[in-house]
């Protein structure tokens, strides 16, 4: 028994301490050049259950509006990941661009993983970031 509680605070510990790290992969559909999609990688193993039970719908919000946060957010992510303290927790880089329509659903996952970080995992990205989400 105090091997399988060992074992698993261990697991925890190292859920809770390892880098957090994001991935926009593009993915081609049917080997048609002229249609791509976007799929959103988290590599957290928390954020999964958090975004089933805590986010709104995606139509919540337009696009546009998860668009801007996004946009906020990654430009802070990218400078924490590099200049900042924390970051041996936000690891590598994000590349989100501004001119790629990722979809509605794919904002609207990112926009909420930002809001896990910040607000789960306490690592602040953006000070004044949307009050309700």
Not at 53 to 61: D, G, R
Request: proline share 4%; net charge negative; charged share 20%.
């Amino acid at each position: 028994m105090k091997n399988i509680l060992l074992i698993l605070l261990l697991a925890v510990f190292a859920a809770c301490s390892t880098p957090k790290n994001i991935q926009l992969k593009e993915v081609a559909e049917n080997n048609d050049e002229d249609s791509v999609s976007y799929e959103l990688i988290v590599l957290d193993p928390g954020f999964e259950s958090w975004f089933i039970t805590n986010s709104k719908p995606s139509w919540y919000h337009s696009q546009s509006y998860y668009e801007t946060w996004n946009q906020q957010y990654v430009n802070a992510w990218n400078y924490h990941s590099i200049w900042r303290r924390n970051s041996q927790l936000l690891e590598g880089q994000i590349n989100y661009e501004q001119n790629i329509d990722y979809g509605l659903e794919i904002n609207h996952k990112l926009f909420y993983y930002f809001q896990y970080v910040e607000r789960v995992l306490k690592i602040p990205i953006i000070e004044n970031g949307p009050r309700v989400i």
